[in-house]
């Protein structure tokens, strides 16, 4: 039995950016692509969605102190 | 200094060869002597001239430089037999386990060899951890036959510290060394050592190494000889180590040479392996340690490196400062929060650093006229060529005379520092160990003071977890512009008045702050105007004009409050009413402010207290940190004039109950335990019922704690309700939040009740009953651990004993606590220290790479929140209802 590990409640949402994205986000961030937290192109949630190295997520995730939060992780081997 | 400056452009860490050792080596050592009779260092002894020099009037034989610039040379020892070095035995071990005992060849097939290589390859290239795969070749490499000889392959053993046993056969120093040799330089390298030939043929390390054919000897320097007054020389540790050596390597020279018996030579051999070992390392395991004639265990190389007290934890992490002083504190009520008072004797020995400037000349001049001894005077000046003189009472006229003679007045150039006395408004950095937090250092401004003590405002005992049974505090003194105007703006005690942890405020009233603005605001204290005028002329307020009518307490606190403060809260006092009767309040715990009058309600620990003082919070958010030092200094002399006018005591005679409140409590308890004889009855004989999801032996356990907690609780009440506020100082404690709780109250003098170990009622000791007193399988409350006396009525011993069981559980439990989260600090501490947080929010390590793209994820200064939140709307909503009600 295989459950779909994207919708469990404790996986925040996780989208591949589009490269004009990804510009976009990294200007706002005034930050290089490699300086952004890292996540294995084989973790669960990457493989599930399809995340390939060099790959920008975007997560949202809910937050205690903000409500919601948006953050953005570079995908690597 | 002078020398010849160069850059390194590569350090590799690895182990000396032989050639190593005597190239660096300026002289072979023979002699196990040190001096001759004369007095004079022996040519090839071990304190050969070569070796460098200590006095600086003579010149070192190697390098010409005088004694102090000379660093020292080393010397060298040709051992006669290899020896095995200690701190690489493991090492040995583990690679001659890894290889074939005749080729030499690691014990793995190619095709494996390659493969690990590969993985080799691919780590250095990615400059990852080598650590991980090196263990992992040591478990895989091991194998009853060498696929490389087809050789049968024997266990190799370790026999502490530095045997290697093969079989039933200890292999000799030699035989290790002739085998390692044979390993090549290929496979060398998968067993974790670097034996790749660089470029220009050197090598970084062979296994073959690790034993030891040449001993380096340390020069003079690191082993200095001190002579005793009675001009006796004491020679260091390592000295005597080292003729240990020689003298034995010069027998084992001799019998060799004579052609002694194989079984003499062996023994001395070994005596000399176990002498080189307790060189390097005195305490291996398995060794007996060398000791000195006097008993003493000798100092050796690991020894000076090791622990605490080592090189590394004691010299290189750890400095000591100038400018700095430590001492005893005392409480001091009547300086500010932001004051320190410091003993003038250590006013007089710390400085401050000062430049002579045509505005400041006459007062500096004044100080060195003061000379050194006398208070707000200077230790020394430093000439503008960087000479430092010390200030004598001799010479002190001619300095003040040359100080004005070289000042140049246009320029300022060339100007004399002078070092003087702290004095008051001096800004100093002021410490408690452990430094848990920012606030564990603050800046504090000097108030020179007599007596020993270093003293401080009360208010900041918490911040630093201060008390004064004997705690010492460390002080420091800026020595530059810089230093001092960074401390004054950001490490000033009211700069911390608020915590980043919780964003309320650590620094406040505590103890006797409290209840005396208890007793000073509380409905019944009046004041005549003499009274009153006495009250703020100590705290340093305004003396209103007389007007001859009676004052009440809270007028008198209103005279701190901001003139335009709006607020609204329940006291500590508030005894949660299920209908709050606001205004009315029968316990005044309702405060209204308004305009910065006192209307109702009593100031108490929610007022001004450390950690929950609302009113203080409030002052510091809306008007800044200097209005709220004001406050808090003003507001806490106010409550000691409180305490002081209504006079304050306590005694057990605060927990007294009249005999008619005992009986109850006494008919109250022997109820409840006839309730557990009762359910224990229900049990015995399967009456009773289990709660969802518990065992019948859970149900019963959880149903006696629940009828003996309530039990307890009931019995306090009883106890609380023959208590007055108005006349029980204990209560007032209590109540106010000031020292200490209501819970203690009651088990001085109702019921001290459970007492628990691991969370629940006693059941250990002996087989299936707690003591002999009971009878085995007895569940009853008393043979469990239930105190049915009061503190004050006494514990039987029974009880006692419970008690004591329950108490000693607590105190282990701190203990363990505290270590286990100071090391849990330590590391989240090390973890993240070069985090800093940007400009636009965003938190980065020192490299640049992103935590987190906006810090805490809502980008708020916990310090500067209410209570953690961006906005408190209940607090703008009441502050609001206060301004449209007018």
Same mark, same amino acid.
């Given at each position: 039995?295989?459950?779909?590990?994207?919708?469990?409640?404790?996986?925040?949402?996780?989208?591949?950016?589009?490269?004009?994205?990804?510009?976009?986000?990294?200007?706002?961030?005034?930050?290089?692509?490699?300086?952004?937290?890292?996540?294995?192109?084989?973790?669960?949630?990457?493989?599930?969605?399809?995340?390939?190295?060099?790959?920008?997520?975007?997560?949202?995730?809910?937050?205690?102190?903000?409500?919601?939060?948006?953050?953005?992780?570079?995908?690597?081997? | 200094?002078?020398?010849?400056?160069?850059?390194?452009?590569?350090?590799?860490?690895?182990?000396?060869?032989?050639?190593?050792?005597?190239?660096?080596?300026?002289?072979?050592?023979?002699?196990?002597?040190?001096?001759?009779?004369?007095?004079?260092?022996?040519?090839?002894?071990?304190?050969?001239?070569?070796?460098?020099?200590?006095?600086?009037?003579?010149?070192?034989?190697?390098?010409?430089?005088?004694?102090?610039?000379?660093?020292?040379?080393?010397?060298?020892?040709?051992?006669?037999?290899?020896?095995?070095?200690?701190?690489?035995?493991?090492?040995?071990?583990?690679?001659?386990?890894?290889?074939?005992?005749?080729?030499?060849?690691?014990?793995?097939?190619?095709?494996?060899?390659?493969?690990?290589?590969?993985?080799?390859?691919?780590?250095?290239?990615?400059?990852?951890?080598?650590?991980?795969?090196?263990?992992?070749?040591?478990?895989?490499?091991?194998?009853?036959?060498?696929?490389?000889?087809?050789?049968?392959?024997?266990?190799?053993?370790?026999?502490?510290?530095?045997?290697?046993?093969?079989?039933?056969?200890?292999?000799?120093?030699?035989?290790?060394?002739?085998?390692?040799?044979?390993?090549?330089?290929?496979?060398?390298?998968?067993?974790?050592?670097?034996?790749?030939?660089?470029?220009?043929?050197?090598?970084?390390?062979?296994?073959?190494?690790?034993?030891?054919?040449?001993?380096?000897?340390?020069?003079?320097?690191?082993?200095?000889?001190?002579?005793?007054?009675?001009?006796?020389?004491?020679?260091?540790?390592?000295?005597?180590?080292?003729?240990?050596?020689?003298?034995?390597?010069?027998?084992?020279?001799?019998?060799?040479?004579?052609?002694?018996?194989?079984?003499?030579?062996?023994?001395?051999?070994?005596?000399?392996?176990?002498?080189?070992?307790?060189?390097?390392?005195?305490?291996?395991?398995?060794?007996?340690?060398?000791?000195?004639?006097?008993?003493?265990?000798?100092?050796?190389?690991?020894?000076?490196?090791?622990?605490? *007290?080592?090189?590394?934890?004691?010299? &290189?992490? #750890?400095?000591?400062?100038?400018?700095? /002083?430590?001492? $005893? %504190?005392? !409480? @001091?009520?009547?300086?500010?929060?932001?004051?320190?008072?410091?003993?003038?004797?250590?006013?007089?020995?710390?400085?401050?650093?000062?430049?002579?400037?045509?505005?400041?000349? *006459?007062?500096?001049?004044?100080?060195? &006229?003061? #000379?050194?001894?006398?208070?707000?005077? /200077?230790?020394? $000046? %430093?000439? !503008? @060529?960087?000479?430092?003189?010390?200030?004598?009472?001799?010479?002190?006229?001619?300095?003040?005379?040359?100080?004005?003679?070289?000042?140049?007045?246009?320029?300022?150039?060339?100007?004399?520092?002078?070092?003087?006395? &702290?004095?008051?408004?001096?800004?100093?950095?002021?410490?408690?160990?452990?430094?848990?937090?920012?606030?564990?250092?603050?800046?504090?401004?000097?108030?020179?003071?007599?007596?020993?003590?270093?003293?401080?405002?009360?208010?900041?005992?918490?911040?630093?977890?201060?008390?004064?049974?004997?705690?010492?505090?460390?002080?420091?003194?800026?020595?530059?512009?810089?230093?001092?105007?960074?401390?004054?703006?950001?490490?000033?005690?009211?700069?911390?008045?608020?915590?980043?942890?919780?964003?309320?405020?650590?620094?406040?009233?505590?103890?006797?702050?409290?209840?005396?603005?208890?007793?000073?605001?509380?409905?019944?204290?009046?004041?005549?105007?003499?009274?009153?005028?006495?009250?703020?002329?100590?705290?340093?307020?305004?003396?209103?004009?007389?007007?001859?009518?009676?004052?009440?307490?809270?007028?008198?606190?209103?005279?701190?409050?901001?003139?335009?403060?709006?607020?609204?809260?329940?006291?500590?006092?508030?005894?949660?009413?299920?209908?709050?009767?606001?205004?009315?309040?029968?316990?005044?715990?309702?405060?209204?402010?308004?305009?910065?009058?006192?209307?109702?309600?009593?100031?108490?620990?929610?007022?001004?207290?450390?950690?929950?003082?609302?009113?203080?919070?409030?002052?510091?958010?809306?008007?800044?940190?200097?209005?709220?030092?004001?406050?808090?200094?003003?507001?806490?002399?106010?409550?000691?004039?409180?305490?002081?006018?209504?006079?304050?005591?306590?005694?057990?005679?605060?927990?007294?109950?009249?005999?008619?409140?005992?009986?109850?409590?006494?008919?109250?308890?022997?109820?409840?335990?006839?309730?557990?004889?009762?359910?224990?009855?229900?049990?015995?004989?399967?009456?009773?019922?289990?709660?969802?999801?518990?065992?019948?032996?859970?149900?019963?356990?959880?149903?006696?704690?629940?009828?003996?907690?309530?039990?307890?609780?009931?019995?306090?009440?009883?106890?609380?309700?023959?208590?007055?506020?108005?006349?029980?100082?204990?209560?007032?404690?209590?109540?106010?939040?000031?020292?200490?709780?209501?819970?203690?109250?009651?088990?001085?003098?109702?019921?001290?009740?459970?007492?628990?170990?691991?969370?629940?009622?006693?059941?250990?000791?002996?087989?299936?009953?707690?003591?002999?007193?009971?009878?085995?399988?007895?569940?009853?409350?008393?043979?469990?651990?239930?105190?049915?006396?009061?503190?004050?009525?006494?514990?039987?011993?029974?009880?006692?004993?419970?008690?004591?069981?329950?108490?000693?559980?607590?105190?282990?439990?701190?203990?363990?606590?505290?270590?286990?989260?100071?090391?849990?600090?330590?590391?989240?501490?090390?973890?993240?220290?070069?985090?800093?947080?940007?400009?636009?929010?965003?938190?980065?390590?020192?490299?640049?790479?992103?935590?987190?793209?906006?810090?805490?994820?809502?980008?708020?200064?916990?310090?500067?929140?209410?209570?953690?939140?961006?906005?408190?709307?209940?607090?703008?909503?009441?502050?609001?209802?206060?301004?449209?009600?007018?």
């Amino acid at each position: 039995m295989k459950k779909d590990i994207l919708k469990h409640e404790l996986v925040p949402d996780h989208v591949i950016l589009s490269e004009s994205e990804v510009t976009k986000v990294l200007k706002k961030i005034e930050a290089h692509a490699e300086q952004l937290p890292k996540i294995n192109s084989d973790d669960p949630v990457a493989k599930s969605i399809g995340a390939k190295a060099g790959d920008v997520l975007e997560i949202t995730r809910k937050s205690a102190t903000a409500g919601k939060f948006i953050t953005y992780r570079l995908v690597q081997d | 200094m002078t020398g010849i400056l160069k850059k390194i452009s590569q350090i590799n860490f690895g182990l000396m060869s032989p050639e190593d050792i005597r190239k660096m080596s300026v002289t072979k050592i023979v002699t196990p002597d040190t001096y001759d009779e004369d007095g004079y260092p022996i040519e090839n002894g071990l304190m050969d001239p070569r070796l460098g020099v200590i006095d600086p009037s003579l010149k070192c034989r190697t390098c010409g430089s005088k004694g102090g610039d000379c660093q020292g040379h080393f010397g060298s020892i040709n051992l006669a037999r290899p020896v095995i070095h200690v701190g690489f035995a493991d090492t040995i071990h583990k690679i001659l386990r890894s290889t074939c005992n005749t080729c030499g060849r690691i014990l793995l097939t190619e095709s494996e060899i390659f493969d690990y290589r590969e993985k080799f390859k691919n780590l250095i290239k990615n400059e990852e951890s080598l650590t991980k795969i090196i263990k992992e070749v040591y478990t895989v490499a091991r194998r009853d036959k060498c696929p490389h000889c087809e050789e049968e392959q024997e266990e190799v053993k370790i026999d502490k510290p530095v045997s290697m046993v093969e079989g039933n056969y200890k292999l000799t120093a030699s035989e290790v060394r002739e085998r390692l040799e044979l390993i090549p330089d290929s496979d060398a390298l998968i067993l974790g050592v670097n034996a790749e030939k660089s470029k220009d043929g050197q090598q970084v390390a062979r296994p073959e190494w690790m034993v030891l054919t040449v001993l380096p000897v340390p020069p003079v320097t690191v082993r200095p000889s001190i002579t005793l007054e009675t001009g006796e020389r004491s020679e260091d540790d390592l000295t005597h180590k080292l003729v240990d050596i020689l003298r034995i390597n010069q027998r084992l020279k001799e019998n060799m040479e004579a052609g002694a018996p194989q079984l003499i030579v062996e023994d001395l051999w070994e005596l000399l392996q176990y002498h080189v070992t307790t060189y390097f390392d005195n305490e291996a395991s398995g060794v007996p340690p060398a000791r000195h004639r006097s008993g003493r265990p000798l100092k050796t190389l690991a020894q000076r490196l090791k622990g605490k *007290e080592g090189r590394f934890r004691s010299n &290189l992490s #750890g400095k000591r400062v100038n400018f700095s /002083a430590r001492t $005893v %504190i005392s !409480p @001091d009520p009547n300086i500010s929060i932001n004051e320190v008072g410091v003993p003038k004797i250590i006013a007089t020995e710390v400085t401050v650093p000062v430049k002579i400037t045509e505005w400041n000349l *006459e007062e500096m001049k004044g100080y060195i &006229l003061n #000379g050194s001894n006398l208070h707000p005077g /200077a230790n020394y $000046v %430093i000439r !503008p @060529d960087g000479r430092k003189i010390r200030i004598y009472d001799e010479i002190k006229e001619t300095v003040a005379e040359n100080l004005e003679k070289n000042f140049n007045e246009y320029t300022g150039e060339g100007s004399y520092v002078v070092e003087r006395h &702290l004095k008051d408004g001096d800004i100093v950095l002021f410490n408690r160990q452990p430094s848990l937090h920012r606030m564990s250092m603050m800046a504090h401004e000097v108030r020179v003071l007599p007596y020993k003590t270093f003293r401080l405002n009360l208010c900041v005992c918490p911040p630093y977890n201060a008390d004064f049974d004997g705690d010492e505090m460390n002080m420091h003194i800026f020595q530059t512009e810089e230093s001092r105007a960074e401390a004054k703006s950001l490490m000033r005690v009211q700069e911390h008045i608020l915590s980043p942890r919780f964003g309320g405020p650590i620094i406040g009233g505590i103890h006797d702050h409290i209840s005396g603005a208890y007793l000073l605001t509380r409905e019944s204290a009046i004041f005549n105007e003499d009274q009153v005028f006495q009250i703020l002329r100590k705290s340093n307020l305004p003396i209103p004009d007389k007007t001859g009518e009676k004052w009440t307490g809270k007028q008198i606190f209103s005279e701190v409050l901001p003139k335009d403060l709006n607020m609204v809260y329940t006291a500590e006092i508030c005894r949660k009413c299920d209908e709050c009767l606001k205004k009315e309040c029968k316990n005044d715990a309702y405060v209204v402010i308004e305009d910065g009058k006192l209307l109702t309600g009593v100031m108490d620990e929610k007022a001004y207290g450390a950690f929950s003082g609302k009113i203080l919070d409030h002052i510091v958010k809306e008007y800044g940190t200097d209005s709220a030092r004001e406050f808090l200094d003003a507001s806490t002399k106010l409550a000691v004039s409180g305490i002081m006018k209504a006079g304050f005591t306590t005694s057990t005679n605060d927990e007294e109950i009249p005999q008619e409140a005992k009986e109850r409590i006494e008919v109250h308890l022997d109820h409840a335990e006839k309730k557990v004889d009762l359910l224990v009855e229900a049990y015995d004989n399967n009456e009773l019922e289990a709660l969802p999801g518990r065992s019948l032996e859970e149900t019963l356990e959880m149903r006696i704690m629940q009828v003996l907690g309530e039990a307890r609780d009931k019995s306090g009440e009883i106890a609380e309700s023959y208590f007055d506020i108005n006349e029980n100082h204990a209560v007032i404690m209590a109540l106010t939040g000031a020292r200490g709780s209501m819970l203690n109250l009651t088990q001085i003098t109702a019921c001290v009740g459970q007492q628990s170990v691991r969370g629940g009622r006693i059941d250990r000791g002996y087989s299936e009953r707690t003591l002999p007193h009971f009878q085995k399988r007895e569940l009853g409350a008393k043979a469990r651990g239930f105190v049915h006396s009061s503190y004050k009525k006494g514990l039987d011993p029974i009880e006692f004993f419970f008690h004591a069981m329950g108490g000693r559980e607590g105190l282990v439990d701190t203990a363990i606590r505290t270590a286990q989260s100071g090391y849990m600090q330590r590391r989240l501490v090390n973890a993240l220290q070069d985090l800093s947080v940007k400009e636009d929010g965003t938190v980065t390590d020192n490299r640049g790479v992103i935590i987190q793209t906006m810090y805490g994820e809502d980008g708020v200064d916990p310090a500067k929140s209410d209570y953690g939140k961006v906005v408190d709307l209940d607090k703008l909503v009441d502050e609001m209802r206060i301004k449209s009600e007018k």
